[in-house]
């Protein structure tokens, strides 16, 4: 029995929309389950309602609301909180496909780099943007630390520029990485049940139980990190929007 764990990552085209010369521009799976994610987050958002007593649906509208809140705050200042509404929608989106990702048979979209990438862009870009248009020249201080001995400032400085423009890799990489390899994970320990099961019938069955007990826990352990994956993109995102916000400090 063939245990493939990477087939889960495959995107397959659901509708053709044309061709651009030898490109196919399609509705795929992965476009599916962004659609679906953006659709959960919408839906939870607009059925919460504004009850004085609030419901399911409500409270953990108004505790998600306010997590992402106190993190800005704390990380940003009250000046970040006009970036709420990017970084809401982006620990949301990456929060509620992950956990999408998690029910058997569905697509992760954070398991591609592509979308991982485009996101840490999108950050990147808006810090370097905000940045330079409410500092000035005065943002590009982030490259230079205070008190940093003259003969070893410039190297200094080329590590500080190095990492900056490295940011949008370790931002997109983390996030990617740790979905991609907890899924495969799952698939392997999964896939050890069914063929021990399809090899060695009733003994088989019965040996399966140890790996079925750690896909148990993986599966846990990815609802968990499922959330702490979309909550420290959120946070790095809040950190990297400090510097833009309060360069220097």
Same mark, same amino acid.
Request: proline letters at 4%; one cysteine or more.
């Given at each position: 029995?063939k245990?493939d764990?990477i087939?889960?990552?495959?995107i397959e085209p /659901?509708?053709?929309?044309?061709?651009?010369?030898?490109?196919?521009?399609?509705?795929t799976?992965?476009?599916?389950?962004?659609? @679906?994610a953006v659709?959960?987050?919408?839906?939870?958002?607009?059925?919460?309602g504004?009850q004085?007593?609030? $419901?399911r649906?409500?409270?953990?509208?108004?505790?998600?609301y306010?997590?992402?809140?106190?993190?800005?705050r704390s990380?940003?200042?009250?000046?970040?909180?006009?970036?709420?509404?990017?970084?809401?929608?982006?620990?949301?989106?990456?929060?509620?496909?992950n956990?999408?990702?998690?029910?058997?048979?569905?697509?992760?979209?954070?398991s591609?780099?592509?979308?991982?990438?485009a996101?840490? *862009?999108?950050?990147?870009f808006?810090v370097?943007?905000y940045?330079v248009y409410?500092?000035?020249f005065?943002?590009?201080?982030?490259? #230079?630390?205070?008190? @940093?001995?003259?003969? /070893? *400032?410039?190297?200094v400085m080329?590590i500080e520029?190095?990492?900056?423009f490295? %940011?949008?890799?370790?931002?997109?990489? %983390?996030l990617?990485?740790?979905?991609?390899?907890?899924?495969?994970?799952?698939? #392997?320990?999964?896939g050890f @049940?069914?063929?021990?099961? #399809?090899?060695?019938?009733?003994? $088989?069955?019965? $040996?399966?139980v140890?790996?079925l007990a750690?896909? @148990?826990?993986?599966?846990a +352990?990815?609802?968990? #990190?499922?959330f702490?994956?979309?909550?420290?993109?959120?946070? +790095?995102?809040c950190?990297?929007?400090?510097?833009?916000?309060h360069?220097?400090?």
């Amino acid at each position: 029995m063939k245990i493939d764990p990477i087939h889960q990552f495959n995107i397959e085209p /659901i509708i053709t929309l044309g061709h651009i010369g030898k490109h196919t521009i399609a509705i795929t799976n992965s476009t599916i389950y962004m659609f @679906v994610a953006v659709g959960i987050v919408g839906l939870l958002m607009l059925a919460s309602g504004r009850q004085l007593i609030p $419901g399911r649906m409500q409270s953990i509208a108004e505790i998600s609301y306010e997590f992402v809140a106190s993190t800005i705050r704390s990380t940003a200042g009250t000046e970040g909180m006009k970036f709420f509404p990017l970084i809401f929608s982006l620990f949301m989106f990456i929060c509620v496909s992950n956990l999408v990702g998690i029910i058997p048979y569905t697509f992760t979209v954070s398991s591609h780099i592509i979308v991982t990438a485009a996101l840490a *862009l999108l950050v990147f870009f808006t810090v370097l943007i905000y940045g330079v248009y409410k500092n000035g020249f005065k943002f590009f201080s982030i490259f #230079v630390p205070h008190g @940093v001995p003259g003969y /070893i *400032l410039p190297l200094v400085m080329f590590i500080e520029i190095l990492s900056f423009f490295l %940011r949008p890799v370790s931002h997109s990489v %983390r996030l990617f990485a740790n979905m991609l390899a907890g899924h495969i994970a799952l698939k #392997v320990f999964a896939g050890f @049940v069914a063929m021990l099961g #399809v090899s060695l019938g009733a003994i $088989g069955w019965i $040996g399966g139980v140890l790996p079925l007990a750690l896909t @148990v826990a993986l599966t846990a +352990l990815e609802l968990l #990190v499922a959330f702490l994956q979309a909550y420290v993109f959120a946070i +790095l995102t809040c950190i990297y929007l400090n510097d833009a916000i309060h360069p220097g400090h």
